[in-house]
């Protein structure tokens, strides 16, 4: 076996653990060049989205406030990510898919609670596993 397949394995089982939590979850399997949806989906009572991907959940992808008109996408998927839907309900399409873009994908939404002064944050529904096939060329971290 080798070692990309080896480190692919580990990749998946980190993140199906990480994934299993209440939230509705799954893998995901495209080809290079493909293109997928994120569905993230929350109870109303939220204010932010961020998506985020890494075991670390340490790249932000992409980030919404509210209904406004702010949002906020990374230079490496701004020409490739599309979303819609009405907040909290966010479908987010990423295209021409690379097998850098392995790896989990976390729906977090956040609200301001002022009794604490603090945000809370919270997963929403949505997070996926997206495995890309192809010719990986580069560390999947
Ligand atoms: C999230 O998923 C759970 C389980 O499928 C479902 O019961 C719940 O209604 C979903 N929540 C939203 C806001 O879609
Ligand atoms: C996808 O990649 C192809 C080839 O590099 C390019 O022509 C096309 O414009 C890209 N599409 C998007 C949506 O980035």
Redesign the pocket.
Known sequence: MSAVWLKLITIVCLSCTALSG???SEVVWKEIGGAFTIQC???PNQEFLTLRRGIREDIQIFYKVGTSEKNEIAAEFRDRLQFNGVF??IDLLIKNLTSDDTGPYWCEYARFDSKSAAFITKK??GSVLLVVRGEPHQSLY
């Open positions: 209440p939230e509705r989906r929350s109870e909290p309900n929403g529904n």
